[in-house]
């Protein structure tokens, strides 16, 4: 114990640290501001002058004004009635039992003082905690295959917080409607949500493609009511191949920028959309077919509709 203790004495004194800077400098600027106030209270001449001048005081804030107020409505006269008085009834509550002492009345001054200056260091602490934030959040911003990261980072920080609202809520919003319609395909609704979930999430990947295109295979029935399929097997095959040569030549080489990169993610993008389209036309167009065969002696009119969906 006495060697620990001889250990801290050699240490010196404790480092400041920024709390305790900011601490202090918080002291420092309440305290200059408590003795302001109370070296304005020395000078009864100056505040009568300041009081009187047009730039300072008004109908609503004056405290000349106001003292008549107090004094009218201890009299039992309406304060509002002559016209003298129009400042808030609120003010005339608060300094109804003070105004008749100086003192009570310079030290509301002084208490008023302090409280707004520590609400807008308070406002200022917030403001600063958010800025904090939205840098975190625009470090976050790493590139990847999704919509997000290239959008939030050429948009002004005043919008961000609505933006990332209405692109977060795209992946809830189609929930509910989507397992009312389709309540009898469990199947393909794990397969539609998946893939709303893999194209409008923030950091998407391949193993979210991975998920919704091994659940697609058990809804094959719908295979051939796709009327898009080799458009969107070539939309995923040019991102898969033109990615990976698009980040090495901006993030490596130089050659290249953001822009070709995000390019390519718009094509990735695009390729999930139409993917979720068109699997749902072709699941819609199946029950249509199941539900409204055509009649027998109609021959034109059965022409494109699934036999075996027809037979069923």
């Not at 009834?89 to 208490?111: A, D, E, N, Q, T």
Request: aromatic share 16%; glycine share 6%.
């Amino acid at each position: 114990m006495a060697q620990r203790t001889a250990e801290t004495r050699n240490e010196g004194p404790l480092k400041n640290t920024p709390a305790m800077n900011r601490s202090s400098n918080t002291t420092a600027v309440f305290s200059t501001a408590l003795a302001l106030r109370l070296a304005l209270f020395q000078f009864p001449t100056l505040v009568s002058i300041l009081g009187g001048q047009v730039e300072i005081a008004t109908p609503i804030t004056s405290f000349k004004r106001l003292s008549e107020g107090v004094f009218l409505y201890r009299n039992g006269v309406p304060p509002y009635d002559g016209g003298v008085f129009h400042q808030a009834p609120l003010l005339l509550g608060l300094f109804y039992p003070v105004i008749s002492s100086p003192i009570l009345v310079k030290l509301l001054y002084i208490l008023s003082d302090l409280a707004i200056g520590f609400m807008l260091l308070r406002i200022t602490q917030i403001k600063d905690r958010d800025a904090a934030k939205d840098e975190r959040i625009r470090h976050d911003l790493t590139p990847n295959l999704g919509l997000f990261w290239y959008f939030f980072i050429e948009m002004f920080d005043q919008f961000r917080p609505f933006f990332i609202i209405v692109f977060q809520i795209h992946v809830f919003i189609f929930a509910a409607p989507i397992s009312i319609k389709l309540r009898n395909h469990p199947l393909f609704v794990a397969f539609l949500l998946s893939t709303v979930m893999g194209t409008f999430k923030g950091y998407p990947s391949v193993g979210d493609a991975s998920l919704y295109l091994g659940l697609l295979p058990l809804c094959s029935e719908i295979f051939k009511y796709m009327r898009y399929s080799f458009l969107i097997a070539n939309l995923f095959m040019y991102s898969s191949l033109l990615a990976p040569i698009f980040w090495y030549l901006w993030v490596y080489v130089g050659s290249g920028n953001a822009n070709f990169f995000y390019a390519i993610g718009l094509v990735y993008g695009i390729g999930e959309i139409i993917l979720m389209i068109d699997t749902t036309y072709a699941l819609m167009r199946r029950d249509f077919e199941a539900q409204s065969p055509p009649q027998p002696s109609d021959e034109a009119s059965s022409h494109g509709w699934d036999r075996e969906v027809v037979q069923k």
